[in-house]
T-cell receptor, first 111, second 116 residues
Framework: SQQGEEDPQALSIQEGENATMNCSYK?????LQWYRQNSGRGLVHLIL?????REKHSGRLRVTLDTSKKSSSLLITASRAADTASYFC???????????FGTGTRLQVFP | SAVISQKPSRDICQRGTSLTIQCQVD?????MFWYRQQPGQSLTLIAT?????????ESGFVIDKFPISRPNLTFSTLTVSNMSPEDSSIYLC?????????????FGAGSRLTVL
């Protein structure tokens, strides 16, 4: 399968703590994206990092990309109960419009 | 970004029946994608729906089981045919937007199907 792997599968933290999720993929990519899904609903795009970038920030989100290791991480700082959701990485390649989604991390933030 | 209305939001279906899911976009889009998300799993692409041509199906998905229509640039339907309990999933439509040369997806809220 070309699907990316994410770890951990599940993560439980207290409000105010940081949450880190990791994504590994198998093919050469053009970009890597992170999406959020609340309670089995539709996914919402969070942030995109290109293959020639190493780090990207957006608000409380920080994404890193290591193309030599074919891995990425998403850091959510100062987490809130409202951050409780599933987070998916998705990779885009040069020769197709399709995105391949990772296995996802379920994040639970306790107030 | 595009706003996608998907319906039904959920349904409970009997084995052997078929259900059609509708996806309406508030702007014209070239490519629409249909994904399946089985319980507790990630998203798997079913097919790409392009207006004016046959849908392109991914490995493991066939037109007889998942017929797709794309009559215009703002609408698509996915039918799940002859359903079995294994078809219980969330079905999601999405549209492509190009942001600074990269493809980003906008999703509908999903249709949660339970097959008894």
């Amino acid at each position: 399968s070309q699907q990316g792997e994410e770890d951990p599968q599940a993560l439980s933290i207290q409000e105010g703590e940081n949450a880190t999720m990791n994504c590994s993929y198998k093919t050469s990519i053009n970009n890597l994206q992170w999406y959020r899904q609340n309670s089995g609903r539709g996914l919402v795009h969070l942030i995109l990092i290109r293959s020639n970038e190493r780090e990207k920030h957006s608000g409380r989100l920080r994404v890193t990309l290591d193309t030599s290791k074919k891995s990425s991480s998403l850091l959510i700082t100062a987490s809130r109960a409202a951050d409780t959701a599933s987070y998916f990485c998705a990779t885009g390649t040069y020769n197709t419009d399709k995105l391949i989604f990772g296995t996802g991390t379920r994040l639970q933030v306790f107030p | 970004s595009a706003v996608i209305s998907q319906k039904p939001s959920r349904d409970i279906c009997q084995r052997g029946t078929s259900l059609t899911i509708q996806c309406q976009v508030d702007s014209q889009v070239t490519m629409m994608f249909w994904y399946r998300q089985q319980p507790g799993q990630s998203l798997t692409l079913i097919a790409t729906a392009n207006q004016g041509s046959e849908a392109t199906y991914e490995s493991g998905f066939v037109i007889d089981k998942f017929p797709i229509s794309r009559p215009n640039l703002t609408f698509s339907t996915l039918t799940v045919s002859n359903m079995s309990p294994e078809d219980s999933s969330i079905y999601l439509c999405s549209v492509l937007k190009t942001v600074s040369g990269a493809n980003v997806l906008t999703f509908g809220a999903g249709s949660r199907l339970t097959v008894l």
